[in-house]
């Protein structure tokens, strides 16, 4: 069954007060949901925190989590330990790690949220367990900072991350894609499910006999049995690039 492609954009945010139980607005806007998708794909979506502001630490027991900064400087905390990360580093928190994001900066923090299930759940501990591993190594000073518990690194300075070094779940491909002006790329849901977002520059993604025109903050999620051609206009095109495997049922 051919289903629609979706697209959405973060130009109307809602304003969200106490994020996980922390004071302060969250700005946020919801990309993709897992209705009409495949790929076991939780949520897409978008979030700001002004200068200052924190969304607060929760613990991951039934699904994984990638956040993509895409915009300013901030500290996120990892089983109560805090490391710095900036635009362009992109964080994927493992089943049973706790993690939070604060803005240190003197501008808005924006990231991306990419949430799917686990193949797994994990205890839900009333603390940490003194005797397990660190969760990360401080960033940006390691150049292959990949554990077992998270993963952080700069998909614009180090390139795509493996997933399967962490995650359990459906996620096999995260990167941040660069096209030269009129390049083109084509995307095909053969067995996964796409979701793109804009970052930076302009293009257009083609999909059947629709055109969509792509600017920053613009999102794009291919659901199984559609596809898209992105051609980048004279400017460039920079997107963050996601990939679901889709279950062997889904595929029937």
């Known amino acids: 069954m051919r289903h629609a492609v979706i697209v959405a954009d973060n130009r109307q945010p809602a304003d969200v007060h106490g994020v996980h139980g922390t004071r302060g607005l969250t700005q946020w806007a919801c ?37 993509v900064l895409l915009a300013g400087r ?21 089943l049973g790690t706790t993690h939070g994001l604060r803005n240190t900066g003197t501008e808005p923090l924006e990231w991306l949220v990419i949430e799917m299930p686990a193949r797994t759940t994990a205890p839900n501990p009333t603390r940490p367990d003194p005797a397990a591993p660190d969760p990360v190594v401080p960033h940006p000073a390691a150049p292959d900072p990949i554990l077992r518990h998270a993963v952080i690194t700069n998909l614009r300075r180090v390139g795509p991350v493996d997933p399967g070094a962490v995650f359990t779940g459906p996620l096999r491909t995260l990167e941040v894609t660069r096209l030269a002006a009129r390049e083109r790329a084509v995307l095909r849901t ?6 793109v977002f804009v970052t930076r520059g302009s293009g257009r993604a083609a999909t059947g006999d629709v055109r969509i025109p792509l ?14 051609a992105l051609t980048a206009g004279l400017d ?11 279950p062997a049922e889904e595929l029937t």
Do not use: F, K
Not at 32 to 61: M, N
Not at 190 to 195: A, I, M, S, W
Not at 215 to 228: D, K, V
């Open 215 to 228: 600017m920053p903050g613009r999102a794009l999620t291919l659901p199984l049995g559609t596809g898209a």
């Open 190 to 195: 053969d067995g996964v499910e796409h979701t």
């Open 236 to 246: 460039g095109l920079e997107y963050v690039h996601a990939v679901l495997a889709v």
């Open 31 to 67: 990309l993709a949901r897992r209705a009409g998708l495949g790929g076991g794909w939780e949520a897409v979506e978008w979030a700001c925190v002004p200068a200052g502001g924190v969304s607060g630490e929760h613990l991951h027991t039934r699904t994984e989590e990638v956040y």
């Open 74 to 94: 901030g500290e996120i905390t990892l089983d109560g330990r805090p490391v710095p990360v900036r635009a362009g580093d992109a964080v994927l928190t493992g």
